[in-house]
């Protein structure tokens, strides 16, 4: 999934979303993220509000078929 079509959102606000909750993230190599981690991240988007809310909402929507069969999930930068 990629996320460019929101190029108005300063990608560095949503890394920063990331790096709050997973303190091991990594925008050059790959990073799993937890079932827990992940909720914490749609929790804390819904405070932020705006486009963060609107990227993280379409992530969520691939990631819980994905979350189903597994309770991790990788992603590469954001």
């Known amino acids: 999934m990629f996320i460019r079509k929101y190029m108005s959102l300063d990608c560095?606000?949503?890394a920063d979303l990331f790096y709050s909750v997973v303190p091991s993230y990594d925008e050059s190599v790959e990073t799993e993220i937890t079932l827990n981690q992940w909720s914490e991240i749609c929790f804390r988007a819904s405070e932020i509000g705006g486009e963060i809310k609107v990227v993280i909402d379409e992530i969520d929507s691939w990631t819980k078929s994905t979350l189903k069969?597994?309770?991790v999930f990788?992603?590469?930068g954001v």
């Open 12 to 14: 560095e606000y949503l």
């Open 74 to 76: 990788t992603i590469l």
């Open 69 to 71: 069969s597994d309770n």
